[in-house]
T-cell receptor, first 113, second 112 residues
């Protein structure tokens, strides 16, 4: 079972629309979260990070974090076809073996012109 | 800065053969991570090094997989007696102390 669970598995939004992606960790030994974006055939690239409770906005992208529930969400407004990609949520596990990032399976976003 | 460099980009092996994957991290980054990506399992953690020392190999299949980091400029992942289920994209990433991972382009391993 995935310790970092993302929903929905896939999402289709019209160009200019809002995309909302969710991520929850069932592993309690996590603290920081990242969102990565992976275009088809490419490697994942960091999109946004969030380490504290609350909200962080960068351009069209907004992330929320609730540390009590270990839930983060990513919202993309005015979605563009170039936003079509696999969005991966990652949580930092701070176990006794050191820090490592655990990834969810991802949400496949398709933005239709 | 060329980013994380992985070679080869593609590797095809026969069942039972050995495969060695190479990774050159970003200069100055203290940590190197290896992940494996498949459609079914997603991005799975394999192992990581910090300042060349092995820290956590909890994701490594114990019997056939091994990883080394002999110097700060490269790491290798070796798979002995490859099996079809080892087919995946193997991704290397490096990070500084802030933990954000920078991934290489990956090595696509196909075991026939």
């Amino acid at each position: 079972q995935q310790k970092v669970q993302q929903s929905p598995e896939s999402l289709i939004v019209p160009e200019g629309g809002m995309a909302s992606l969710n991520c929850t960790s069932s592993d309690r030994n996590v603290d920081y979260f990242w969102w990565y974006r992976q275009h088809s055939g490419k490697s994942p690239k960091m999109l946004m990070s969030i380490f504290s409770n609350g909200e962080k906005e960068e351009g069209r992208f907004t992330v929320h974090l609730n540390k009590a529930s270990l839930h983060t969400s990513l919202h993309i407004r005015d979605s563009q076809p170039s936003d079509s990609a696999l969005y991966l949520c990652a949580a930092r596990n701070y176990g006794s073996s050191g820090n490592k990032l655990i990834f969810g399976i991802g949400t496949l976003l398709s933005v239709k012109p | 800065n060329a980013g994380v460099i992985q070679t080869p980009r593609h590797k095809v092996t026969g069942k039972g053969q050995e495969a060695t994957l190479w990774c050159e991290p970003i200069s100055g980054h203290s940590a190197v991570f290896w992940y494996r990506q498949t459609i079914v399992q997603g991005l799975e953690f394999l192992t990581y090094f910090r300042n060349q020392a092995p820290i956590d190999d909890s994701g490594m299949p114990k019997e056939r997989f091994s990883a080394q980091m002999p110097n700060q400029s490269h790491s290798t992942l070796k798979i002995q007696s490859t099996q079809p289920q080892d087919s995946a994209v193997y991704l290397c990433a490096s990070s500084s102390d802030r933990n954000t991972l920078y991934f290489g382009a990956g090595t696509r391993l196909s075991v026939l």
